[in-house]
Each structure stands twice: as structure tokens, then as C-alpha cells.
């Protein structure tokens, strides 16, 4: 079965620290994807990636950066954290049935509290 | 650019009723539809996805959706619901033309089954 594994599952961070969020997938999925979740604004795409080495731009990058090392991680880092990046995170995996068919497999979510 | 609205963001409803979530997109094209199911303390699932055919899309534990391209919906339908089924249900949309999935969400709408 699909897994997707996200770590750590809650992390509390200081404002202006730097905070690392790990996604590794066993599915083989060349498209990989990091949301977070708001109330009232449901999911937005912060970066995704195609592959190895790739990573690109979704709706809301601003204050994120990404790293895809390999087929199977999919990393989230925030720089200099601020209180507004408290959300719950998501990592998903595409099996990029037709690109925009694709059904997406979701991790269990990162609660990140910046204080 | 596309958006999704449910306008509903929480829904109660008594075991055994027959239930209807309503999702309204707006996007120029036909656009790829999706409905994903986030169960307490877990990621998303795919419910069911729907871009051309019979209108009416069955998916997963007796859930149907029915696409409205007059009324740019996409609502999503159960027959008769069971306490299992509370959970948060996001509906989405993703442009048909892109190289990846890049989802768009609605806010979510919350549902509570009771006795």
C-alpha cells in the first residue's frame, strides 16, 4: 500500500529559527507536494517536485525553501521561522496518473507551532 | 484562476440519513474534480475524481458525486451515512491541461454523524 511518512508529527520552534520538515515516500511517485493547512483556507501548495533534484514554486512559497535529494525525500525548510507559518503541514506523493488526474497520498501532517 | 467553494463548513446529520455536500468551482475549462475524505489525525484520502463521462461518479464506502457543468458543481452524495463517516471532506479541482496536479481546495466541510 501507498505510504507517505512525514516526521516529526509535532514540532515547536522559536521565531527566527530554522525548522526542517522531513517527507519520505515509498511509492515510487516522481511528483511530490507540500501543503499547509489553515482553517477557512483548506490546503495550499507551498513547493512540489518531479523528480530527484527538482523542486518548484506552488501558490504560497514565500518564507519556504525545498529539497528533493532523492526519489524517495521531500524536504520542507523554513529559514527564519515566524508565528505566521503555525499551520499543519501536509507532504503528498502523485502517482501522476495523467498529470492532472493524478490522485495525490497524503501523510499523516506536521503540527508546527512557531512561538 | 480557479477557486473551489463549499459553502458549507460544518454539516450535522443523524446515522442512517442520506447526506449531500455541496462544492462549487469556477474555472473556464472542464476542469478535472476531486472529493478527498481527512479522517482525525491523518492525511487525506481520494474519495472519488471525476473529468468526463456520466456525470454521476461513484466512489469509495458508497459515496457518488454528480458533476453540473450549468451549475459548476460538483456535490458530493451518500445515501445513508454511518458514524464512521465524520470526518472533514475537501472537494478540489485541478486544470486539465497541466503537467502536474496542481489541486486547488475548498475550505472543507466538516461532518458530524450522530446517534
Known amino acids: 500500500e501507498a505510504a507517505v511518512t512525514q516526521s516529526p508529527r509535532n514540532k515547536v520552534a522559536v521565531t527566527g529559527g530554522k525548522v526542517t520538515l522531513s517527507c519520505n515516500q515509498t511509492?515510487?511517485?516522481?511528483?511530490m507536494y507540500w501543503y499547509r493547512q489553515d482553517t477557512g483556507h483548506g490546503l495550499r501548495l507551498i513547493h512540489y517536485?518531479?523528480?530527484?533534484?527538482?523542486?518548484e514554486k506552488g501558490d504560497i512559497p514565500d518564507g519556504y525553501k525545498a529539497s528533493r535529494p532523492s526519489q524517495e525525500n521531500f524536504s520542507l525548510i523554513l529559514e527564519l521561522a515566524t508565528p505566521s507559518q503555525t499551520s499543519v503541514y501536509f507532504c503528498?506523493?502523485?502517482?501522476?496518473?495523467?498529470?492532472?488526474?493524478?490522485?495525490?497520498?497524503f501523510g499523516s501532517g506536521t503540527r508546527l507551532t512557531v512561538l | 484562476a480557479q477557486s473551489v467553494t463549499q459553502p458549507d463548513a460544518r454539516v450535522t446529520v443523524s446515522e442512517g440519513a442520506s447526506l449531500q455536500l455541496r462544492c462549487k468551482y469556477s474555472?473556464?475549462?472542464?476542469?478535472?474534480l476531486f472529493w478527498y475524505v481527512q479522517y482525525p489525525r491523518q492525511g487525506l484520502q481520494l474519495l472519488l475524481k471525476y473529468y468526463s463521462g456520466d456525470p454521476v461518479v461513484q466512489g469509495v464506502n458508497g459515496f457518488e458525486a454528480e458533476f453540473s457543468k450549468s451549475n459548476s458543481s460538483f456535490h458530493l452524495r451518500k445515501a445513508s451515512v454511518h458514524w464512521s463517516d465524520s470526518a472533514v471532506y475537501f472537494c478540489a479541482v485541478s486544470m486539465a491541461s497541466s503537467s502536474f496536479s496542481k489541486l486547488v481546495f475548498g475550505q472543507g466541510t466538516s461532518l458530524s454523524v450522530v446517534p
Open positions: 517536485s518531479y523528480g530527484a533534484g527538482s523542486t
Open positions: 511509492n515510487n511517485h516522481n511528483n
Open positions: 503528498a506523493s502523485g502517482d501522476a496518473a495523467g498529470a492532472s488526474a493524478e490522485t495525490l497520498y
Open positions: 474555472y473556464s475549462a472542464t476542469p478535472y
